[in-house]
């Protein structure tokens, strides 16, 4: 078995001698600097470890687990040990998700080179593998039963690998399914014996029961079958009859099936394996693949968009004492989000510091955090990055500031106002033409042009207004904007927050004001008469709360044209999330934002953006058009353990379907329990909701563990937008609560949304 996995891996020289084991020294800290013995396993795809070479080992991570490697230099904690490791001999090993990095310091520069290398190729073809490779789970599950190593199965370690595969099965149907794979009766299962009996196990009866539904021999779909089925199941519409061709080129494993000129005619016939590996791929996910890259209008101004936004983004730990990194603006960048903040102070040496006043929280030079941003800003998306500087710094550390961004951003950073003449109602879209042109071009400096726009310098050049409610201690916070080569179609800029006495701010960084300037709230009327579109206001969550319910409609009119931070019914733009803390508001946030290229900007609905607009996010009426949500959860693929180390725990599972939206549509139902099966379970129960506004619905299934004495233990769960929801048979791919895939589980369901409202759940 174990060359089944070899066979499919491309020779590497570097993998070989990953094998045969290495010892290097993990960094934890400063002080923990400690050798650990890592070994790649035979299968090629976890890694282990020991404390030395020949001793107890255990699994360290899963090569499916890593999103990258990199070299010494850009690790921060092994930069502080330059002087004790070279850093040509440390590497850093990222993980998907919120784990923490394994930083290792190799014995030389050589075998340094062999992990990197190694792991990257790995990594590599882990992520090139393709839909027929994931679902074949099989090679994994034969390493974890086969207790001793032999390459061969027993009956025993059978009934111990049904334990770890979470499913429960009687005795005699599981010696009649191991003996009827064992076609040599050695007593054993070796090699594609294993693989006949892992697919006896896999078998998918309801999808079978759909594909016999629409094939009149049972056999196969023809063209025509399959062309009913995408048009009457999937919701496909005209597009139906083309797509089928496609996705039978695509998922039919075989050559007869697939497109064949012959003299006569063309075959085009889809078997029940290439049905199953459609329902399994992107095209049969329950998240429509056309959301997927950039599909919305971007150029509209930045109050029409959600922009998704973190809240001290330095930190990787807790809000008191967790760890300060720049692994945090990594993460941040790297997941798309745009808007980044954090807390700027004076340090030491005269260097300023990013942290988060009056806690324990660790320390990072600010210079460390520009050149992160500088170095990460645009990997993920092309849009602008916005930079929330929370300054409480002298005026000469501003200095240092501003000399840091100079150095590290230089061009990127928005400076300039790029309208000329009358006062603009919106920020220039890429219409208008790029924030940096070419140089030479005449583009109007605020700072230049003074005499050209006095009532707007006026503006900029006023008394500082007080805190906004949100902010209880006196501050300022500055918004910066970072822009690639050519203006992309959303520039926000900088903001700034005073306190009501004059502060000490240095001209250099205030000349990087230029259009989100916070203003402190007094009411909406007063918003319009005195505010302008490139101010934005903060309210505290519980000021948000009262005036959606006072004055909703008014709520939603102000953020058609102004920029502003909390709710998003309400169609406030930003609202502070902490990335590092997994959750269901992380669920929901990502989920949102999951869409559009994830490039962290969604364009909002159009009854948010009209500054005329009669929704009331409270008391939703005509003309937003009602819809019925019904949702048949059919069945569930190898779910996991909550606690792998129990070998004979298994799971009770129950799917529960959430819906977060305006406050009428938020509610939630679930299943009954499916009892000791996590492998195959199956529910066959149909849930039903009724929406006003789902535009602004998201849904979030969940499948939990049943525990009748405490809640129940979180398995899985994966949260979208109403509007990217596909109609029909569709799985559903869960994520851990970290928000990484755990693949290959799953929840098969079939969707059908109807318009206007019906009656109770079926």
């Not at 240095?506 to 230029?514: D, G, H, I, R, W």
């Not at 899985?716 to 029909?728: E, F, R």
């Amino acid at each position: 078995m174990v060359s089944l996995m070899q066979g499919r891996l491309p020779i590497n020289q570097d993998v070989l001698l990953m094998q045969k084991g290495m010892l290097v020294r993990k960094v934890r800290s400063k002080s923990w600097k400690k050798l650990r013995y890592f070994r790649l396993q035979d299968d090629g795809m976890t890694v282990w470890h020991a404390r030395q070479a020949g001793g107890k080992a255990k699994p360290s991570f899963s090569i499916s687990d890593v999103e990258t490697v990199r070299e010494g230099h850009e690790s921060e904690l092994l930069r502080s040990l330059a002087e004790e490791f070279p850093l040509e001999q440390g590497f850093t090993i990222v993980f998907h998700g919120r784990r923490s990095n394994l930083d290792l310091v190799a014995n030389s520069v050589e075998e340094a080179q062999i992990w990197m290398q190694g792991l990257q190729h790995l990594v590599d073809f882990v992520t090139s593998m393709d839909q027929k490779e994931r679902l074949d789970q099989y090679h994994d599950w034969f390493q974890r039963g086969d207790k001793n190593q032999d390459g061969r199965m027993s009956f025993p370690e059978v009934q111990r690998l049904l334990h770890l595969m979470n499913v429960e099965m009687d005795q005699e149907y599981a010696l009649q399914l191991f003996q009827a794979a064992d076609t040599s009766q050695s007593g054993t299962l070796e090699g594609e014996e294993f693989v006949e009996f892992y697919k006896a196990l896999t078998k998918r009866p309801e999808v079978e029961e759909v594909f016999e539904n629409f094939s009149a021999d049972g056999q196969k779909l023809t063209l025509l079958e399959f062309v009913d089925f995408l048009r009457e199941e999937q919701k496909e519409g005209e597009r139906a009859s083309d797509l089928a061709l496609e996705l039978i080129d695509r998922y039919e494993p075989s050559d007869s099936g697939k497109r064949a000129r012959g003299k006569v005619q063309m075959r085009h016939v889809l078997s029940l394996d290439g049905f199953l590996s459609y329902l399994c791929s992107k095209d049969g996910d329950v998240f429509n693949p056309a959301c997927l890259p950039i599909y919305q209008d971007m150029t509209q101004p930045p109050n029409h968009y959600y922009i998704n936004s973190s809240h001290n983004t330095y930190l990787v730990g807790d809000q008191l004492c967790g760890q300060s990194s720049v692994e945090g603006y990594i993460r941040a960048l790297k997941r798309g989000v745009p808007l980044c903040g954090g807390g700027y102070m004076d340090g030491p040496s005269g260097e300023p510091i990013v942290y988060h006043g009056h806690t324990l929280t660790s320390r990072i030079p600010f210079k460390d955090v520009v050149a992160t941003v500088a170095q990460y800003a645009f990997q993920t998306s092309d849009y602008p990055v916005i930079l929330s500087l929370e300054n409480h710094c002298t005026w000469e550390q501003q200095q240092v500031m501003r000399a840091s961004s100079d150095r590290d951003l230089g061009g990127a950073l928005a400076e300039h106002k790029p309208w000329t003449g009358c006062c603009p109602l919106s920020c220039p879209r890429p219409e208008v033409g790029a924030l940096f042109p070419e140089p030479g071009a005449g583009v109007l400096n605020w700072r230049e042009k003074q005499e050209a726009r006095p009532e707007l310098e006026a503006q900029f050049e006023s008394e500082p207004q007080e805190l906004s409610p949100r902010s209880k201690d006196k501050k300022k916070t500055r918004w910066v904007v970072m822009c690639p080569p050519f203006c992309t179609p959303i520039c926000c800029q900088i903001m700034v927050q005073a306190p009501k006495s004059k502060p000490i701010m240095c001209p250099s960084s205030s000349a990087l004001v230029v259009y989100l300037k916070a203003v402190s709230f007094h009411s909406f009327t007063h918003s319009r008469e005195h505010y302008r579109f490139y101010e934005t206001s903060s309210f505290s969550e519980t000021k948000a709360k009262s005036l959606i319910k006072e004055a909703g409609n008014a709520f939603v009119q102000h953020n058609a044209w102004q920029l502003s931070r909390e709710l998003w019914n309400a169609g406030c733009q930003m609202v502070a999330m902490n990335v590092q803390t997994a959750g269901l508001e992380m669920d929901i946030c990502d989920g949102l934002f999951r869409q559009n290229g994830g490039c962290g900007y969604v364009l909002k609905p159009d009854f948010l953006r009209d500054i005329q607009s009669s929704f009331h996010p409270e008391r939703p009426i005509s003309p937003f058009k009602a819809q019925t949500l019904l949702i048949q959860v059919i069945s569930g693929q190898q779910l996991p353990k909550e606690d792998m180390t129990k070998e004979r725990s298994i799971v009770d599972p129950l799917v529960r379907v959430e819906i977060f939206g305006v406050r009428p549509d938020t509610t939630r139902q679930e299943t009954s329990y499916v009892e000791n099966n996590g492998f195959n379970p199956y529910w066959g129960q149909t849930l039903c909701f009724r929406v006003l506004v789902p535009e602004l619905a998201l849904l979030r299934f969940v499948v939990n563990d049943y525990n009748w004495k405490t809640r129940h233990d979180f398995i899985g769960q994966y949260t979208l937008p109403w509007t990217c929801m596909q109609q029909g048979y569709r799985h559903i791919h869960l994520l851990s609560k970290d928000g990484t895939s755990l693949h290959p589980a799953s929840i098969f369901v079939h969707i059908c949304i109807r318009e206007g409202l019906e009656g109770d759940e079926s």
